[in-house]
C-alpha cells in the first residue's frame, strides 16, 4: 500500500496502523476509480474478534472490511486500495475506509458500546486518513455511521450498525489528534503542502507563500513548527484561524479566492 510523495514513493499513513492481517475471502473489487473521502464506521454486533475475522476469512456471510479493530488491533482484510464489501453500496464502499469495530458487550442491554482503547485506535485511522486522502476531512460530513447511509442519502438499508459508538465524539478525537486543526497552539508555523511541496508561512492574520533558499532558511532558523498538509486541508486550517480571529464573511471569501487560485493543477 504505498502512494505517491513528491515523485517517492513511501508507505501510507494506515498501512502504518495495521498491527496484523486476515483473509478476506475475495470478497472485495477495485474501487471504479472512485477516490476515498470518507471513513465509514460499523460495528461488528459481536465481542468475538475471532468469530468475526473467520466469517470474512470463509465469505460465509459475504461480509468484509478494510479493517476490523478490537482495542489495540487495527487488523487489515481488505487492502486500502480495494473497495471492502461492507456496507450493501457500492458507491459508499467505493470512496470509504470501512471498519468493522468489535464491541465490548452485546445485546440490547448493553447499549452495543466499543471500549475506550477501541475509539482511540478508531480514531488514530481517521488521523492517518488525513495524511493519505486529500479529500478526507475530520467532520460529520466525512466521517459516517453505517446508519447514516440510509438516513441521510437513501443507500444500503435500514440498520442500526453502528451501535453505541458516539461519532461526534470521535470527530473530536481525530480533530485534537491532527495536525491540521491544531492552529491555536501556535501564532505562527509553515505548512508544508503535500501536495506539491510549496510553504506558507502562517499568522493569525493569514498566510504567505516562502520562496525556497534564504527567506525558508531563516524561518526554520527561528524554529517555526512545520506542518504538512495536503491544500484541501490547508484551506480548512485558514477558515478555523478565519473564524477565530474575525466574523467578516467578505473579508474570508477575499481570502479563499486568493487561496483557490494557489490550488495545485493536480488537485
Ligand atoms: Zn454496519
Known amino acids: 500500500m504505498h502512494c505517491r510523495d513528491s515523485g517517492r514513493e513511501r ?47 470463509t465469505g460465509s456471510r459475504e461480509v468484509s472490511s478494510n479493517l476490523v479493530i478490537r482495542d489495540d488491533d487495527t487488523i487489515e482484510v481488505v487492502s486500502a486500495e480495494r473497495r471492502a464489501w461492507t456496507s450493501a453500496s457500492s458507491e459508499w464502499d467505493s470512496r470509504s475506509i ?29 488521523i492517518a486518513m488525513l495524511a493519505d486522502y486529500p479529500g478526507f476531512r475530520a467532520g460529520r460530513d466525512r466521517v459516517l455511521g453505517h446508519r447514516e447511509l440510509y438516513e441521510r442519502y ?18 473530536a478525537r481525530i480533530r ?6 491544531q492552529n491555536q497552539d501556535h501564532t505562527m508555523y509553515l505548512v508544508e503542502l503535500l501536495d506539491d511541496g510549496r510553504v506558507f508561512l502562517v499568522t493569525p492574520s493569514g498566510f504567505s507563500y516562502v520562496e525556497r533558499g534564504s527567506s525558508l532558511a531563516g524561518l526554520d532558523a527561528l524554529g517555526l513548527p512545520r506542518r504538512k498538509m495536503w491544500f484541501g486541508h490547508f484551506i480548512d486550517a485558514m477558515a478555523e484561524i478565519h ?14 479566492t486568493r487561496l483557490e487560485a494557489l490550488r495545485p493543477a493536480n488537485s
Open 11 to 57: 508507505m501510507t499513513a494506515l498501512a502504518d496502523l495495521v498491527t496484523r492481517r486476515s483473509g478476506d475471502g475475495g470478497q472485495h473489487d477495485d474501487r471504479g476509480g472512485a477516490a476515498v473521502d470518507t471513513l465509514l464506521v460499523h460495528h461488528a454486533a459481536s465481542s468475538n474478534l475471532d468469530e468475526v475475522l473467520s466469517m470474512m476469512a
Open 154 to 171: 437513501g443507500a444500503s438499508y435500514p440498520t442500526a450498525c453502528p451501535g453505541g459508538i458516539d461519532l461526534e465524539d470521535l470527530v
Open 98 to 126: 470501512t471498519v468493522e469495530v468489535v464491541n465490548s458487550a452485546t445485546g440490547d442491554a448493553s447499549g452495543w458500546l466499543v471500549s475506550e482503547a477501541s475509539m482511540a485506535s478508531l480514531a488514530r485511522v481517521g
Open 243 to 256: 473564524e477565530a480571529h474575525t466574523a467578516d464573511a467578505e473579508e474570508f471569501s477575499d481570502l479563499r
Open 176 to 181: 485534537a489528534g491532527s495536525t491540521t486543526t
